[in-house]
């Protein structure tokens, strides 16, 4: 993943990676088949360690608000050049070629993201801790948010750090989503 995130898949040949990871480029091969077999699979990957925090973060007894907070700042880069939103902007930048198989995976990755947040959004609402909306959609209209907030932060464009990230969609989600009621 960090040897992707620093070169791009474009930079990046099997025989450099099978010299970082000590493994031969047709080793590599064998168990990937192609660099953008690779890249959807290290997001998988990357993606499973994130889904199991994810996970752990809403099971938490804390309030839905408290858990929406901590789910913001784990979809977030951590900064420019973020490995694993690099590897996210490599599987975008590549879907328009995707195959339907490379495409449903991608989908199924994001399809975990959309399921925890319209969860989350729906309990929230049922304890009052939430306006009344329609959960998928607003989960659907938040990710695209945070999808576009975090691309500027994983490219580090000025003006968009995962600080003042925060504070827009803080100011977001109380305008449009927490109720008065604490």
């Known amino acids: 993943m960090a040897t992707i995130a620093a070169h791009g898949l ?12 000590g493994m031969s480029s047709g080793h590599l091969l064998y168990y990937f088949r192609s660099k953008d077999e690779l890249l959807l699979e290290t997001l998988e990957w990357s993606e499973g360690r994130l ?4 996970s752990a ?9 408290e858990r929406l907070r901590s789910y ?11 490995p694993h939103w690099t590897l996210w902007l490599e599987v975008w930048n590549r879907s328009q070629n995707a195959g339907e198989r490379a495409r449903l995976r991608q989908a199924a990755i994001e399809g975990a993201w959309h399921r925890d947040l319209v969860a989350l959004v729906a309990e929230g609402m049922s304890r009052e801790e939430f306006r009344a909306v329609d959960p998928d959609r607003y989960a659907t209209r938040l990710r695209a948010l945070l999808d576009g ?9 000025p003006g968009t750090e995962r600080s003042q990230v925060l504070v827009h969609t803080s100011e977001f989600l ?7 009621v604490e």
């Open 57 to 65: 973060l809403l099971s938490h007894p804390a309030p839905a608000r």
């Open 10 to 21: 474009d930079g990046l040949t099997m025989a450099a990676l099978g010299r970082e990871v």
């Open 149 to 157: 907030f975090s691309v500027h932060i994983a490219v580090g464009i």
């Open 72 to 82: 913001v700042e784990l979809y977030l880069p951590e900064g420019p050049r973020d």
């Open 51 to 54: 889904g199991a925090e994810r």
């Open 174 to 180: 109380e305008e449009t989503l927490y109720s008065s």
